[in-house]
């Protein structure tokens, strides 16, 4: 994934999509 300011692990950065899609599709 390139150098990152700080470390994320793969399924913290999914579980952020899918809570963000969740969120979205809540208030559309």
């Known amino acids: ?3 990152m300011p ?3 692990e793969p399924e ?4 952020a999509i899918v809570t963000a ?3 979205a599709k809540t208030y559309k």
């Open 6 to 8: 700080f470390p994320v």
């Open 12 to 15: 913290d950065v999914y579980n």
């Open 1 to 3: 994934m390139g150098n």
């Open 21 to 23: 899609n969740a969120i």
